[in-house]
């Protein structure tokens, strides 16, 4: 049987300084924003809050578009809008939005956290099938291969996969 020491319960016990949500609009995300913002309060920590632009999506465009990218840039911009507001009428000051265009796993699991100093990241649980896991992969798992800080990924109670 193993004894755990003082120093590692307190490493534990530590208190997160910056937590990172990764929102896209979602109930899953909008799930895992509500309980990091209640992370947030409860550790005193910033806030970041993460949108990733899915630009693999856009390369069936056989052109370049500026319009497109424009009008994805203005949703998101709008969408973080309303998440930074929530956040502040819960009684966060200490609110970073970030909004990136790439590929959502490898910002999630690796730039962001690294740039930001992240300690905690929150995701939503996708909710694909095992046979959609199998084709495109969940971003939570990737995440949670990839990243070098702690993970929660939250999941819908009312949902049955």
């Known amino acids: 049987m193993r004894v755990i020491r003082n120093e590692e319960v307190f490493a534990m016990t530590q208190r997160y300084e910056n937590i990172m949500v990764a929102v896209d609009g979602s109930k899953e995300a909008d799930l895992a924003f509500v309980k990091g913002v209640q992370s947030a309060v409860r550790n005193q920590a910033k806030l970041t809050i993460a949108h990733v632009i899915d630009t693999r999506a856009l390369q069936s465009i056989s052109t ?5 990218y424009e009008e994805l840039q203005v949703e998101a911009q709008d969408l973080m809008a309303e998440y930074e507001k929530r956040a502040r009428d819960a009684g966060l000051t200490d609110i970073k939005v970030v909004i990136e265009m790439g590929n959502p796993k490898t910002l999630l699991a690796k ?7 992240v300690d905690l990241i929150l995701v939503g649980a996708t909710g ?5 896991r199998l084709l495109v992969g969940s ?3 990737y995440i949670l291969r990839h990243t070098s800080v ?6 819908d109670k009312d949902k049955t996969l």
């Open 64 to 68: 370049f578009d500026a319009e497109v």
């Open 139 to 141: 971003s939570s798992e």
């Open 111 to 117: 730039t962001i956290p690294e740039q930001e100093h």
């Open 128 to 132: 694909l099938n095992a046979f959609e």
């Open 150 to 155: 702690d993970l929660l990924v939250v999941r």
